[in-house]
């Protein structure tokens, strides 16, 4: 039986995309897990939230974990919302989108420069193995554009292929995500982490 570890959450998303880009190990996922109570992402940084969530539920189930913590960072809004991002008005995604707008209404376009940033931890107990990061940069629209993705995506415009984040398919999405390049790099620590067990 192939070793297993935890994805350390609950958001149907993050989970498509991180079994995606994680698939060819040799391990099984394990990312419906009963009984975790929510970790509160107390901390200061996307490395000490997703320290939190992967250490706490790695206890909890007594299986290595690995979590995530990302955030969209607005030039204009001095890096806001930043760690925030997913309770950035306390309503979801929806809210958190027309918030974003509202704040930048009266930014002009060439200032509405942003960033997608994630890093990504894996734990074995207490024991943080491995911390990775990515980052993608992008423009802040005006208006949404595609049905895909989830939180900002459709706000966020990638210039280099002029599609926003809920234009581009799966595997566009995970040639260039902050989460791809993140979830890449671990990849590579974990495939000599799980053969050297």
Known sequence: MPPRFVIATRNA?????????????????VDRFEGVPPVLETGDSYADNATLKAV?????????????????EVDALGGRPGVHSARYSGQGDEANNRKLLGELAAVPDERRT???????????GDSVVFVTEGTCEGIVLREP???????????ILIPKLDKTMAQLTLVEKNRLSHRAVALKAMKKRLAGWLQAR
């Open 13 to 29: 998303g993050k989970i498509r995309e991180i079994r995606a880009l994680l698939g060819r190990l040799p391990y099984a996922f």
């Open 56 to 72: 706490q539920t790695s206890l909890h189930l007594k299986l290595p974990a690995l979590a995530e913590d990302s955030g969209i």
């Open 114 to 124: 942003c960033r997608y940033r994630c890093v990504a931890v894996f734990a074995a």
């Open 145 to 155: 554009r595609g049905t895909g993705g989830f939180g900002y995506d459709p706000l």
